[in-house]
């Protein structure tokens, strides 16, 4: 079984700072990208940041230049810097992993439950 776990949603005012950590467990041999997409209310999910197992980092444009992606691979963690927050960054942030669990098997999708991160004007 694989579990990724969220942490570090809230609630937070316009311009402020959050931190997202996401935490991946279980029996598996390899995690090849890692990220987080999100949910904003009404709104189908979306692609926030994603970063390769060597840390090349890929953003969405409504994010660039304000979110920092970061992975500790020794630890199986992603982490999503987020600063200068908006209100529409309102949304439920999804952890996401693409996963190998044996050497034989391929690569599956994995996602987290979700941390909700609310940015008030």
């Known amino acids: 079984q694989v579990q990724l776990v969220e942490s570090g949603g809230g609630l937070v005012q316009a311009g402020g700072s959050l931190r997202l950590s996401c935490a991946a467990s279980g029996i598996f041999v390899s995690i090849n990208d890692m990220g987080w997409y999100r949910r904003p209310p009404g709104k189908q999910r979306e692609l926030v940041a994603t970063?390769?197992?060597?840390?090349?980092?890929n953003y969405a444009d409504s994010v660039k230049g304000r979110f920092t992606i970061s992975r500790d691979n020794a630890k199986n963690m992603v982490y999503l810097q987020m600063n200068s927050l908006k209100p529409e960054d309102t949304a439920t942030y999804y952890c996401?992993?693409?996963?190998?669990?044996?050497?034989?098997?391929?690569?599956?999708?994995?996602w987290g439950q979700g941390t909700q991160v609310t940015v008030s004007s």
């Open positions: 996401y992993g693409k996963i190998r669990r044996t050497k034989w098997t391929g690569w599956s999708d994995y």
């Open positions: 970063m390769t197992s060597d840390g090349g980092p």
